[in-house]
């Protein structure tokens, strides 16, 4: 490896450093500064209450890396949810066939998307911002109103704690933990994640080179809806009813949670390990708030906003020292 790849290399692992001292320092901080702050237990909350953005963010890293976007991560997470509910709730049908179902149903979605994207050669963001409008919509042929779920399988679920000495995590966690062990495996260790970074590094090299750019999106896209439909299997587990307004807005929290993890909007390079971070970073702003106790919960968006903005810029110059 001669001194220029090792060079770029080291830029390209830049945003995640500073995320990772970011994390850090916000963890340190809120413990100097309140009662309580520093606890393991604080830091496995933030896995606990996150769980189903880690999932649907994972999703998104994939789509972000070949140099794509998809704005119906929210939509599809609140549709699961209102499936869910309305199959088991309304019509008495089994938590084991509604949970594959639901999970059908996003990955069919997200690869017709991806099918549109690469087939008709659509900008990403006007073919998922109508399956983001589609989704949103079909919640609200289904109800209006919220509908809670009673059945036992899914309390069950809710109530679980997993006990790890003095501390405990819940059933999602764990789910959310494989999840990312399995893109991690995908990304860096198979013919499909090097596919997709050949992809977001440039398209056209990758069309050359003789590499399935058609497959790869629409594997991409589907990869994505699974994800999002799993995300919204969790959520439906963490508050127990199926909602329209569920999840509004989530899709901003995983591409702000994939950027801040330092993956380039243009694709090509990015770990996940930096979504992961990135997912943390956001709960951990909520919980400062919180523990804060005289913030409104507004301030979250605010600092989120600024911590992109300043990501972005970040990642503007790493880009324009690598020309």
Same mark, same amino acid.
Request: proline residues 3%.
């Given at each position: 490896m001669n001194a220029n790849t090792l060079l770029t290399r080291m830029r390209g692992q830049v945003p995640l450093l500073v995320t990772s001292v970011l994390l850090v320092s916000m963890f340190t901080v809120g413990s100097v500064q309140y009662d309580g702050f520093f606890s393991g237990q604080v830091l496995l909350n933030l896995l606990i209450d996150n769980a189903f953005l880690l999932v649907v963010a994972v999703g998104m890293t994939f789509v972000v890396l070949t140099g794509g976007i998809d704005l119906s991560?929210?939509?599809? *997470?609140?549709?699961?949810? $209102? *499936?869910?509910?309305w199959l088991v709730e309304r019509h008495g049908w089994p938590p084991l066939l509604v949970i594959p179902l639901v999970l059908l149903m996003g990955t069919a979605g997200g690869w017709v998307m991806g099918w549109v994207i690469h087939t008709f050669e659509i900008q990403p963001f006007i073919v998922t911002l109508a399956g983001m409008f589609l989704a949103r919509g079909l919640?609200?042929?289904?109800?209006i109103?919220?509908?809670s779920i009673t059945d036992p399988s899914y309390t069950a679920m809710a109530q679980t704690r997993i006990?790890?000495?003095d501390l405990f995590v819940s059933p999602s966690v764990v789910i959310a933990l494989l999840v990312i062990a399995a893109g991690f495996v *995908? &990304?860096?260790?198979?013919? &499909?994640?090097?596919?997709?970074?050949?992809?977001?590094?440039?398209?056209?090299?990758?069309?050359? $080179?003789?590499?399935?750019?058609g497959r790869t999106k629409t594997t991409v896209y589907a990869i994505s809806g699974f994800c999002s439909a799993l995300g919204g299997v969790l959520l439906t587990f963490y508050m127990l009813s199926g909602y329209g307004l569920?999840?509004?807005?989530l899709e901003l929290d995983a591409i702000a949670a994939v950027v801040i993890g330092g993956t380039l909007l243009t694709g090509g390079s990015g770990y996940l390990l930096g979504t992961v971070l990135g997912v943390l970073v956001l709960g951990l702003i909520q919980t400062v708030i919180s523990f804060q106790g005289t913030l409104s919960s507004w301030w979250t968006r605010i600092v989120i906003g600024c911590? &992109?903005?300043?990501?972005i810029v970040l990642q503007r110059v790493i880009t324009t020292r690598r020309r």
């Open positions: 991560v929210g939509a599809v *997470v609140a549709l699961s949810t $209102m *499936v869910s509910a919640c609200y042929t289904i109800s109103e919220s509908i006990p790890l000495g *995908v &990304l860096h260790h198979t013919r &499909l994640g090097r596919n997709v970074y050949a992809i977001g590094g440039s398209e056209q090299s990758a069309l050359l $080179m003789g590499l399935p750019v569920h999840a509004v807005g911590l &992109l903005f300043v990501f």
